[in-house]
């Protein structure tokens, strides 16, 4: 049972450069979320969404896009990486009973240089 | 728009001490409430949840919560502390009507021998 698997685990990008961070979960949630982990400053929403087909802005949106390909997959991109973009990764998934928690993926670690 | 504080990004307690980690929560309407632990270099698991059933929650490894509306707290207790619970613990809001999940900063426990 795999639950939220990220990719990549790791990451380094220089500056101005794009890619997209790739979360599937496979226990059939309807919410995804990502959200950047920063020291002080806990998780931070950057996206969600609901269901699939639809999305929507989080606390710090700014500089990222992301697209529910699928209810499985949830991707977040960077058009232009900016080193204030280095940061922790993480995608997660709840089922639409909002009794449920949240499961995380481990995280992707990017370096913007 | 709801939000967590948590007092304190730092606790240190004795191997066998009382573990007290504070959260404070704003919410316009009746919130869920959770706390996370993150172990090093890992994503986060659910420790307990409180979803209006009861307002004493029992969670694992002997930790649980109380949520106090009067204080609109939540605070995270485990009466003896022990090696393995150092960790970065974390509490998060949901409204009951949205999948909006927000985060607190993050409480950073040490446990001493």
């Known amino acids: 049972n795999a639950g939220v698997t990220q990719t990549p685990k790791f990451q380094v990008l220089k500056t101005g450069q794009s890619m997209t961070l790739q979360c599937a979960q496979d226990?059939?949630?309807?919410?995804m979320y990502w959200y950047r982990q920063d020291p002080g400053m806990g998780l931070r929403l950057i996206y969600y969404s609901a269901s699939e087909g639809t999305t929507d802005k989080g606390e710090v949106p700014n500089g990222y896009n992301v697209s529910r390909l699928n209810k499985r997959e949830f991707s977040l991109r960077l058009e232009s990486a900016a080193p204030s973009q280095t940061s922790v990764y993480f995608c997660a998934s709840s089922s639409r009973d909002r009794n449920t928690e949240a499961f995380f993926g481990q995280g992707t670690r990017l370096t913007v240089v | 728009a709801q939000s967590v504080t948590q007092l304190g990004s730092h606790v240190s307690v004795s191997e066998g001490a009382l573990v007290l980690l504070r959260c404070n929560y704003s919410?316009?309407?009746?919130?869920?409430l959770f706390w996370y632990v993150q172990y090093p270099n890992q994503g986060l698991q659910l420790l307990l949840k409180y979803t209006s059933a009861a307002t004493l929650v029992k969670g694992i490894n002997g930790f649980e919560a109380e949520f106090k509306k009067s204080e609109t707290s939540f605070h995270l207790t485990k009466p003896s502390a022990h090696m393995s619970d150092a960790a970065e613990y974390f509490c998060?809001?949901?409204?009951?009507?949205?999948?909006?999940?927000?985060f607190g900063a993050g409480t950073r426990l040490t446990v001493k021998p």
């Open positions: 226990m059939n949630h309807n919410s």
């Open positions: 998060a809001v949901s409204p009951y009507n949205n999948n909006d999940m927000r």
């Open positions: 919410s316009s309407v009746p919130p869920y």
